[in-house]
């Protein structure tokens, strides 16, 4: 009998991915410890493989291992090569890393996806270790490049045959620098999630001694692309129709901490309900998380919104400005404005306290389970891989 559906006949394979990464952990890790820091390198590989791809992961590693975890085997190769050559003057020439590659051409990929765009150069050697098979690049939070790099952009990116963005609005300077070659195809896909649950807030109060009705959270770099003087200007706008408003700052890098201290200290009502708490360890943000009625953001750039979707998945609504990831991100959870614009923050942060907070915490979690689990981003990227597999 013929092998057209027969008896007998066997199923389609399932489509052959390698994912690889090209960044060496600078602490040297081994391949479980770099699994615990790094949760997003197996939580994207594990939901492309439980989305019905069958997934290896290559990684840049300070030595040789290999292990099998939720039906992804893991290869850490010890190329050194995989890092720059570094030059007086602190110039950075990429080299071969022929290990890695080497390794990634004999597990015979259908489809090779490269984790970040700035590897043009190695992503151009591995297009050529392995003529045929299709490169999506995907993006982590890069700038289009400028100058000199615009053409080894271009010249390394030649040969892939797709990008991948948070929103696909994230290439349009990327084209226009032309580092990625134009009408190549986008890709619209998360770059990670998160295993944070809603919990219960008032066990998260209790635990984390933050109060406030509304209880507002924010987390970032006090920089000037977080903008955290819009945030206090838009809380001080609002605290008049929000009596019992706090607002909670945790922050890592800090450039404009003078600035945001004496903005506080010049406002009456900042310095009696704002509380800058610095550093916290990520293992205490989900209950940071929990413990707020809303999560505020006033970024004038994001790469993919990682607090953003740590807020949803505890059920957090995101009070945030109107950038292209958090556009993707947010979805209707939560509330959008210009960037920059104070007012239109404080409002947003009036009207969503006027919510039922029952129905909007909900409301985010649901969201977040429904598109922005690691099972949503591997349908997305199994989706990027068969287009890519039948061009």
């Known amino acids: 009998m013929s092998g057209d559906g027969g008896v007998g006949a066997r199923a389609p394979r399932a489509l052959r991915v390698v994912q690889v990464g090209f960044h060496v952990d600078p602490q040297g890790r ?115 490049p400028a100058g000199w790099r615009r053409v080894a952009w271009r010249w390394g990116h030649a040969p892939i ?45 209790r635990e984390t001694g933050l109060f406030g009705d509304p209880c507002l959270l924010w987390t970032g770099q006090l920089d000037a692309n977080k903008d955290p003087l819009a945030t206090l200007d838009a809380f001080e706008l609002a605290a008049p129709r929000l009596r019992d408003a706090r607002l909670w700052c945790c922050f890592a890098r800090a450039p404009l901490l003078d600035a945001v201290r004496a903005r506080i ?38 790469g993919s919104g990682y607090s953003i979707v740590e807020a949803l998945a505890c059920g957090t609504p995101p009070l945030v400005t109107d950038v292209p990831a958090a556009r993707r991100v947010v979805g209707d959870a939560g509330s959008r404005t210009p960037v920059g614009d104070a007012r239109a923050l404080a409002e947003a942060m009036v009207e969503w306290a006027g919510r039922e907070r029952a129905c909007t915490r909900a409301a985010a979690r649901a969201w977040f389970e429904r598109a922005l689990t690691f099972d949503a981003i591997g349908r997305e990227l199994r989706a990027a891989y068969e287009a890519l597999a039948a061009r």
């Open 30 to 144: 081994d391949a479980e410890a770099l699994l615990g820091a790094w949760p997003t390198l197996p939580g994207v590989a594990a939901g492309a493989a439980r989305a019905g791809v069958e997934v290896t992961v290559v990684q840049a590693a300070a030595r040789r291992q290999t292990l099998e975890r939720d039906g992804v085997v893991y290869h850490f190769v010890d190329d050194a090569r995989a890092r720059p050559l570094r030059l007086p003057g602190g110039v950075r020439l990429p080299r071969r890393p022929a290990r890695l590659l080497e390794r990634v051409a004999s597990l015979a990929p259908d489809v090779v996806h490269v984790q970040g765009l700035h590897y043009p150069l190695a992503a151009r050697q591995l297009a050529r270790a392995l003529p045929g098979v299709p490169l999506l690049v995907q993006d982590h939070a890069s700038r289009a």
């Open 161 to 205: 045959a797709g990008v991948a963005f948070t929103a696909r609005e994230q290439a349009a300077p990327f084209f226009e620098a032309r580092a990625i070659p134009a009408g190549l195809p986008v890709f619209e896909v998360i770059e990670g999630s998160t295993a944070f649950t809603p919990g219960d807030q008032d066990a998260a109060r």
């Open 265 to 302: 200290a010049s406002s009456p009502v900042l310095r009696d309900r704002v509380t800058l708490l610095g550093r916290r360890p990520h293992g205490e943000m989900e209950s940071l998380f929990r413990a707020a009625d809303f999560f505020v953001q006033t970024s004038h750039r994001e």
